[in-house]
Structures are given as structure tokens and as C-alpha cells.
């Protein structure tokens, strides 16, 4: 039953009257109207605003906000007292103000006190999420497409606090060990951590990542987020199966002789992250199997740039810059791996350049190493590649033409396919080397 109620126009005064002691906001709204579109107050202005009820599907609605404007205020009808205060409630939604009255909606009468019941949110009832979009976004990227709950930390002190609950950018975790905590275990949970960098300039922590979970995934924004690490551990510490890392900026703590990045998991994926001046290796990956590291920079590490070892197999280094190891006067390798159990690793399409020593060294008793698909050497101490005492190494020699101009790739080009090296035009008759190229030839007459 609605309520009954006057207006007091010159006062600005919405009345419940006596002796109603409450008020739903939806039936306010709807007197509102009503009292707004008679011709005798279509001069007075408008009373209120209203938002919401859009339909969620399923019979919900989004909760009305009412908002009262103009300086019109809500009030109860006064009480005489005898039966002391009377409490008097506004429900159903969510009554608001903007007026000279510090914003206040209510207006305050003798021996009443009123209650108004705002809705927690203006959402009565939120939608879940969107799951199969979220599936859909996930399965663009990374070789784990696996999705669960999605955490936020931010480092910064004044955005992220380990006492929130770590669900949105807003409620965010200060630390990653709280993110790791609030995290689902198993296999196949997939959950996301999304490091934040919120602050003017970026943000750096020093804390050490030591990720013991499978298949989580954690994702920087890039430079702005800088890794530096504390002396004596690596800075990220992948000792899970299935772990994805990218988006970082990694160094270590001076005065050690630590990892930027250490692996000691299976299938782990690094992946866009710059790896600067580490004390000890760049990147260092053991009794690891099926790791990618991919699209990354590791620069100027005192030890070696990525260092693989013993037990490590089926591994790829592809897509990287690998440039500056070693110091004086302890040489390094850009790209080492070692351990006759390391089997069957990758590298391809990377751009190694002015480390100590080799580009990339395959020690002793490495089986079926590939180097392969134009990976670019260039001014490595020692030279580019070294795999003396390995077994069953091919590195990939197709296309390696001396020079970069026009004219002595065009040379290179013609020693392929003649049986000695060319000369100018005009000179003595040179032989075929192939079949194939002869038989082409002859089919083109």
C-alpha cells in the first residue's frame, strides 16, 4: 500500500505522514513523478533524480538510487513524545542528496529518528562473471590455457594492503606471498596474479618470489615493475610445474652471486621480461623439462646470461637477446648448457652479442642440442658457438653470408648454386651444381 505523503512545496519538504513510521524508495520515486507532472508544480523544477533497474536476467534488477535535488529534503511527521522517540526507516534502494544541507537527505522533526537502510551496493544481486570471455581472452595467450580465480598485488603501500581480500585492482594484496596464499593449489586451477603499478614511475619491491604452486600464472605490467630481490636468493625462484612469468623487470641485490631467474620445475614459460645485471646467472633453469624462454632481454649478468643445466631437456630459448655477460676477468657465456642428461633443447631465432666468452657453449656430453632457425652471433670473445665433446649437436649454418650488403648476399646466392666461386660477367663458363637447379633451368627454354 503506498504511502501516504505531502508535499510541502515552499519548504522543499517531503512528509511521511503520521503515523507511518517507513517508507520503500520505489514508492517515494513514484509519488515523486506523480507530484512533479501536475500542472500546478510544473514550474517548481524537478524534485529528484533516478538510476538503476536495468534487468540482470532471471527476474533481478539493479537496486534504484534515488537522489533528491533542488534542496528537497525527506522527512517523518513530528510525534507529540508521549511514547518517547519513534524510529522510522527509508528501504528498498538507496536515498542520496546534493543541497546546502551538507548533502544530508533528511529533514529532522520532533521525537523522530530516522534510519536509512541503503542498499550495500547498487547492485541487488551482481551478475557472475564472465567466465567464457575470460576463457576466450586466455586461450590468445600462453601454452597453459587453463583459467581460475584471478588475485591483484600491488607493492605499493599506500594502493596495496595484505588485509585485503586481493579480488579487484582496488582491494589489492601488498605482497605476493599473500597473493600466493589466497591462490588455489592443484592441478588445473590456472589462478592469475596480476602484479599492479599503480604509482607515478613505477613501483619496486624487493621481495623474493618463491612460487611453489602449479599452473599459476603471474603477470607484470612490464619496465615499471621492478623486481630487485634480496641478497643470497634468486629474485624469482620457479619451483612448481606449469608456472607462466612475463611482464618484469629483474635484477638482484648487489653483493651476491644469485640468479635473476632460477627454474628448477617442469614446463615453466618466461616470457617478455628484461633480466639486468644479475649477480650470478640471468636466467638459470636444472632438472627442468619443456621450459620456454621466450621474447626476453638478459643483460650485462655477471655469470652467465642463461645458464642451463644438468637434467635439462626438451627446453627452448627462442626469440631473445643475450648480450653483456661475464666480467673481467671472469669470462661468461651468453647461452651455456651443461650435463650429459641434458637432451634434445632448442635454440632458435635469437640475437646473441659481446658476451666473454662463447656465444653459446654445449658442453660435454649434451645430447641432440639444436641451434637452428637465424640465430645472429656477433661479437662474442671466444666466438659463436662452442660444442666440442657434445653429442649430436646441429647448428644451423644455412644462410650465414659474410657482410651485410646487397652485393655479397647476392656472392652468396650464386656460390649455392655453382660448382665454384662466380666471377664477374664475361668470364669462363661455370658448372651447375645440382640436378634440380639444371633441370629448372631447362624447363624455363
Not at 595467450?141 to 591483484?152: A, D, H, L, Q, T
Not at 624462454?293 to 643475450?322: A, H, P
Amino acid at each position: 500500500m503506498p504511502a501516504a505523503l505531502t508535499f510541502f512545496k515552499y519548504e522543499r519538504i517531503i512528509q511521511v505522514d503520521a503515523p507511518q513510521t517507513s517508507v520503500e524508495i520505489q514508492d517515494l520515486h513514484d509519488q515523486i513523478r506523480l507530484y512533479e507532472e501536475q500542472l500546478i508544480n510544473l514550474d517548481y523544477g524537478t524534485i529528484a533524480n533516478a538510476y538503476g533497474k536495468q534487468p540482470l536476467g532471471g527476474g533481478s534488477y539493479i537496486g534504484i538510487t534515488l537522489e533528491l535535488i533542488n534542496n528537497w529534503r525527506l522527512s517523518f511527521e513530528a510525534r507529540d513524545g508521549l511514547s518517547g522517540t519513534i524510529l522510522c526507516t527509508v528501504s528498498g534502494g538507496n536515498l542520496v542528496a546534493i543541497n546546502d544541507y551538507a548533502n544530508n537527505p533528511i529533514y529532522p522533526t520532533a521525537f523522530t529518528q530516522v534510519v536509512i537502510a541503503q542498499s550495500s551496493s547498487p547492485t541487488i544481486i551482481q551478475a557472475d562473471a564472465d567466465y567464457a570471455t575470460l576463457y576466450l581472452l586466455e586461450s590468445l595467450r600462453g601454452k597453459n590455457k587453463s583459467i581460475g580465480s584471478i588475485w591483484y598485488w600491488n607493492p605499493d603501500p599506500t594502493k596495496g594492503n595484505d588485509g585485503n581480500d586481493g579480488t579487484t585492482p582496488a582491494n589489492a594484496v601488498l605482497t605476493f606471498d599473500r597473493a600466493q596464499q589466497l591462490a588455489t593449489p592443484g592441478a588445473g586451477a590456472g589462478d592469475i596474479i596480476f602484479a599492479l603499478s599503480t604509482t607515478s614511475g613505477g613501483v619496486t619491491t624487493t621481495e623474493t618470489l618463491d612460487i611453489t604452486i602449479d599452473n599459476l600464472k603471474l603477470r607484470g605490467p612490464g619496465y615499471p615493475f621492478k623486481l630487485t630481490g634480496t641478497e643470497g636468493s634468486p629474485t624469482i625462484n620457479i619451483q612448481a610445474d606449469n608456472v607462466e612469468v612475463s611482464g618484469f623487470y629483474i635484477t638482484t641485490a648487489a653483493g651476491g652471486t644469485d640468479n635473476g631467474i632460477t627454474v628448477t620445475g617442469d614446463r615453466a614459460q618466461i616470457e617478455d621480461c628484461w633480466v639486468y645485471g644479475a649477480t650470478g646467472s640471468g636466467i638459470d633453469i636444472s632438472s627442468s623439462a619443456r621450459t620456454i624462454v621466450e621474447t626476453c632481454v638478459v643483460e650485462n649478468c655477471k655469470g652467465n646470461g642463461i645458464n642451463m643445466g644438468d637434467y635439462t631437456t626438451l627446453s627452448t630459448v627462442r626469440k631473445c637477446i643475450v648480450t653483456g655477460s661475464g666480467t673481467v676477468p671472469t669470462p661468461a657465456d651468453g647461452v651455456v648448457i651443461t650435463g650429459s642428461n641434458s637432451t634434445d633443447n632448442i635454440f632458435e631465432n635469437n640475437i646473441i652479442y659481446n658476451n666473454t666468452s662463447y656465444g653459446i657453449n654445449v658442453g660435454n656430453g649434451v645430447v641432440r642440442t639444436g641451434i637452428r632457425l637465424h640465430n645472429t652471433f656477433s661479437g662474442n670473445t671466444a666466438g659463436s658457438t662452442q660444442s666440442v665433446g657434445s653429442v649430436g649437436t646441429f647448428i644451423d649454418t644455412g644462410g650465414a653470408v659474410t657482410g651485410d650488403d646487397i652485393t655479397n648476399i647476392v656472392n652468396g646466392v650464386w656460390d649455392e648454386v655453382i660448382t665454384s666461386g662466380h666471377t664477374v660477367t664475361g668470364s669462363a663458363a661455370k658448372t651447375l651444381k645440382d640436378a634440380k637447379t639444371k633441370a629448372t633451368l631447362a624447363s624455363l627454354k
